[in-house]
């Protein structure tokens, strides 16, 4: 951070002030905590020693411990339960015994069977298998002591960003190597349909949840119920073993206090005056806190995102496609370093190592993705076969797998990447111009980035005191000008962005050739694909990124918001209806064929 920054003071639209830039916003970068590697120890004590060490750790002071079966006995006989059997025996006349029955069932597909065997079990063999698979295990010794003390104090809900399937094994194996409590986990249904290893996650703590559930009214209440109870009483197969995966960073952030959150927010009278196991319509102000704190969650959790060298890495090759130079790549990774620093990255970067060999070790982690031939860095595009899986070719794969890797680095730099999208598409310089494009770039994609709702000025002054900083661009009282070395950072964050404009642009040019009046997310989904797929092939597009079902889920849950895609319940279905008005504008305002609004007004 500059030292001549005020982090008080912002960054105004409308601004008459004569100088040349009025940005004194900005943010702290964060700074490194001690990492531990917790696999050191592991490499020299015995593997069976570490899974039956004495383990008893230390629990909130008013727990009161309690059996799988007797939370089942306390979810089934709650009032909740007890309260939409009788609704439901009512309104579908099935007895009560029979849907009792039904309660059962769900409790039994649904509970977990904690048991010490089984998490000693699991100790061993993942300390087996992370040693294995993985050079370190890196944690903030400072985040764990803070979750220590939280322990003993609070309850404690644990939230892990997810970005693998790794995140809730190794979270487990983390608590139990801190003599913390190992905690309940819920997961996919789709891991219990695993031979064996169903079980086995269930007897060491995870419970197991239906992805969608929100229609059935019995299935709500048990697992809300059973949550409730909970907190009230607070691989591939063999050959992944023979590969290395490199480090791995857990960051435990600082706890956040849900109570203090809600510290003169929350007004709880009127849940006293109806009985709790009455299911209640939450209120507007409840949904709007609980709305704001999930934003705010998501938002630290991207902050405390640790970032490894292939991210950058792989972000230069998939802007240099098909090859690259290898010290080519070494040059703009480092620059790429020095950005992804000064915009508040949370980068790991080996201390006291040469640039090149930190590339090249990359590489080689990375080798079923790319290798380096002679002088040359290039993505394994040719299998060699014509093997299709879930009707994408090799080439595809790659190129998505290499986004998913690049991904990690959008959420750092999505504000100044809008306000140079923004500029790209402005026909001029008017801040007041750039601000309109920014807010309509901010409304199509805010279901493919986390923004605070109601924070739109203060991301556009984030994004812009960013350009400012790194020399990019300069503010004045009316306009937003490009230096002279700041087309380099623009070029490289409009590469970065420019395929969601154009994934979106894709998928309403489809939603207009579609011929059926009414179809299904599933139809809708293939016919992206296909169409897409199409393009690609005609060579008439290179934008692979519409490929990813989650860009093609998320745009049409843009597209729903926006008015764009009509949805609605047909017999328990949920058939879409393009409006085509809508569609044909949101394509052309991507395009920049029509002008957007002013801000107020930039919507569809």
């Given at each position: 951070?500059?030292?001549?920054?005020?982090?008080?003071?912002?960054?105004?639209?409308?601004?008459?002030?004569?100088?040349?830039?009025?940005l004194?916003?900005?943010?702290?970068?964060?700074?490194?905590?001690?990492?531990?590697?917790i696999?050191?120890?592991?490499?020299h004590v015995?593997?069976?020693k570490?899974?039956?060490?004495?383990?008893?750790?230390?629990v909130?002071?008013?727990?009161?411990?309690?059996?799988?079966?007797?939370?089942?006995?306390?979810?089934?006989?709650?009032?909740?339960?007890?309260?939409?059997?009788?609704?439901?025996?009512?309104?579908?006349?099935?007895?009560?015994?029979?849907?009792?029955?039904?309660?059962?069932e769900?409790?039994?597909?649904?509970?977990?069977?904690?048991?010490?065997?089984?998490?000693?079990?699991?100790?061993?063999t993942?300390?087996?298998?992370?040693?294995?698979?993985?050079s370190?295990?890196?944690?903030?010794?400072?985040?764990?002591?803070k979750?220590?003390?939280?322990?003993?104090?609070?309850?404690?809900?644990l939230?892990?960003?997810?970005?693998?399937?790794?995140?809730?094994?190794?979270?487990?194996?983390?608590?139990?190597?801190?003599d913390?409590?190992?905690?309940?986990i819920?997961?996919?249904?789709?891991?219990?349909?695993m031979?064996?290893?169903?079980?086995?996650?269930?007897?060491?703590?995870?419970?197991?949840m239906?992805?969608?559930?929100?229609?059935?009214?019995?299935?709500?209440?048990?697992?809300?119920?059973?949550?409730?109870?909970?907190?009230?009483?607070?691989?591939k197969?063999?050959k992944?073993?023979?590969?290395?995966?490199?480090?791995?960073?857990?960051?435990?952030?600082?706890?956040?206090?849900?109570?203090?959150?809600?510290?003169?927010?929350?007004?709880?009278?009127?849940?006293?005056?109806?009985?709790?196991?009455?299911?209640?319509?939450?209120?507007?102000?409840?949904?709007?806190?609980?709305?704001?704190?999930?934003?705010?969650?998501?938002?630290?959790?991207?902050?405390n995102?640790?970032?490894?060298?292939?991210?950058?890495?792989?972000?230069?090759?998939?802007?240099?496609?098909?090859?690259?130079?290898?010290?080519?790549?070494?040059?703009?990774?480092?620059?790429?370093k020095?950005?992804?620093?000064?915009?508040?990255?949370?980068?790991?970067?080996?201390?006291?190592?040469?640039?090149?060999?930190?590339?090249?070790?990359?590489?080689?982690?990375?080798?079923?993705?790319?290798?380096?031939?002679?002088?040359?860095?290039?993505l394994?595009?040719?299998?060699?076969?014509?093997?299709?899986?879930?009707?994408?070719?090799?080439?595809?794969?790659?190129?998505?797998?290499?986004?998913?890797y690049?991904?990690?680095?959008?959420?750092?730099?999505?504000r100044?990447?809008?306000?140079?999208?923004a500029?790209?598409?402005?026909?001029?310089?008017?801040?007041?111009?750039?601000?309109?494009?920014?807010?309509?770039?901010?409304?199509?994609?805010?279901?493919?980035?986390?923004?605070l709702?109601?924070?739109?000025?203060?991301?556009?002054?984030?994004?812009?005191?960013l350009?400012?900083?790194?020399?990019?661009?300069?503010?004045?009282?009316?306009?937003?000008?490009?230096?002279?070395k700041?087309?380099?950072v623009?070029?490289?964050?409009?590469?970065l962005?420019?395929?969601?404009v154009?994934?979106?642009?894709?998928i309403?040019?489809?939603?207009?050739?579609?011929?059926e009046d009414?179809?299904?997310?599933?139809?809708?989904?293939?016919g992206?694909?296909?169409?897409?797929?199409?393009?690609l092939?005609?060579?008439?597009s290179k934008?692979?990124d519409?490929?990813?079902?989650?860009?093609?889920?998320?745009?049409?849950?843009a597209?729903?918001?926006?008015?764009?895609?009509?949805?609605?319940?047909?017999?328990?279905?949920?058939?879409?209806?393009?409006?085509?008005?809508?569609?044909?504008?949101?394509?052309?305002?991507?395009?920049?064929?029509?002008?957007?609004?002013?801000p107020?007004?930039?919507?569809?």
């Amino acid at each position: 951070m500059d030292s001549s920054s005020s982090p008080n003071s912002c960054l105004s639209v409308g601004s008459t002030s004569p100088s040349a830039v009025v940005l004194l916003y900005s943010k702290e970068l964060k700074k490194w905590d001690e990492f531990e590697d917790i696999l050191e120890e592991r490499r020299h004590v015995s593997d069976l020693k570490f899974a039956m060490k004495c383990y008893t750790p230390l629990v909130y002071k008013e727990i009161i411990p309690c059996k799988p079966s007797d939370i089942k006995y306390s979810v089934l006989n709650s009032e909740e339960v007890h309260y939409i059997i009788k609704q439901l025996s009512k309104e579908s006349l099935q007895s009560v015994d029979v849907l009792r029955e039904e309660a059962c069932e769900i409790l039994d597909e649904m509970g977990h069977k904690l048991r010490l065997g089984a998490i000693r079990f699991f100790a061993f063999t993942l300390s087996k298998v992370f040693k294995q698979i993985y050079s370190k295990v890196c944690v903030n010794e400072e985040g764990i002591q803070k979750l220590q003390r939280a322990i003993q104090e609070h309850p404690v809900v644990l939230l892990p960003s997810h970005r693998s399937y790794i995140d809730f094994l190794m979270l487990s194996f983390l608590l139990y190597n801190y003599d913390l409590p190992v905690p309940v986990i819920a997961a996919g249904m789709d891991f219990l349909g695993m031979k064996m290893v169903g079980e086995l996650l269930r007897m060491s703590g995870a419970f197991f949840m239906r992805r969608t559930f929100g229609g059935n009214k019995l299935y709500w209440a048990v697992f809300s119920e059973y949550v409730k109870t909970m907190l009230r009483g607070l691989l591939k197969a063999r050959k992944i073993l023979s590969e290395n995966f490199g480090n791995i960073h857990v960051y435990f952030g600082d706890p956040v206090s849900l109570r203090s959150l809600a510290a003169g927010r929350m007004d709880q009278s009127p849940y006293n005056l109806v009985p709790r196991y009455i299911p209640q319509k939450q209120s507007a102000e409840m949904h709007a806190f609980v709305t704001e704190v999930a934003y705010k969650i998501q938002l630290l959790q991207i902050e405390n995102m640790v970032l490894s060298p292939w991210a950058l890495t792989v972000t230069v090759l998939l802007q240099n496609l098909p090859s690259m130079n290898f010290d080519a790549l070494v040059a703009k990774t480092l620059w790429l370093k020095g950005l992804t620093q000064a915009f508040g990255g949370f980068l790991t970067w080996p201390d006291n190592e040469p640039a090149e060999e930190v590339v090249q070790s990359s590489i080689f982690l990375h080798s079923n993705i790319a290798s380096l031939v002679k002088d040359q860095v290039v993505l394994k595009t040719d299998s060699g076969e014509s093997e299709v899986v879930d009707g994408l070719i090799f080439q595809h794969i790659t190129l998505l797998t290499c986004s998913a890797y690049r991904n990690q680095l959008l959420n750092i730099f999505v504000r100044p990447s809008l306000v140079a999208v923004a500029l790209q598409m402005t026909p001029g310089f008017r801040k007041e111009d750039v601000y309109s494009w920014f807010c309509f770039l901010h409304d199509v994609f805010s279901d493919e980035f986390i923004f605070l709702p109601g924070n739109i000025l203060k991301d556009f002054e984030e994004g812009c005191y960013l350009l400012c900083k790194s020399e990019t661009i300069q503010v004045t009282t009316k306009d937003i000008l490009v230096t002279e070395k700041g087309n380099t950072v623009l070029e490289f964050l409009i590469g970065l962005f420019k395929p969601f404009v154009e994934c979106y642009q894709i998928i309403c040019k489809y939603l207009l050739k579609e011929e059926e009046d009414y179809f299904t997310e599933k139809q809708y989904l293939a016919g992206v694909r296909k169409f897409t797929s199409e393009l690609l092939d005609q060579g008439t597009s290179k934008c692979y990124d519409v490929l990813s079902s989650d860009v093609q889920k998320n745009a049409l849950a843009a597209f729903v918001r926006l008015g764009v895609v009509e949805k609605k319940k047909v017999n328990n279905d949920c058939i879409l209806n393009v409006n085509e008005p809508a569609t044909t504008k949101l394509e052309e305002m991507l395009g920049c064929k029509v002008p957007v609004g002013k801000p107020v007004t930039a919507k569809l």
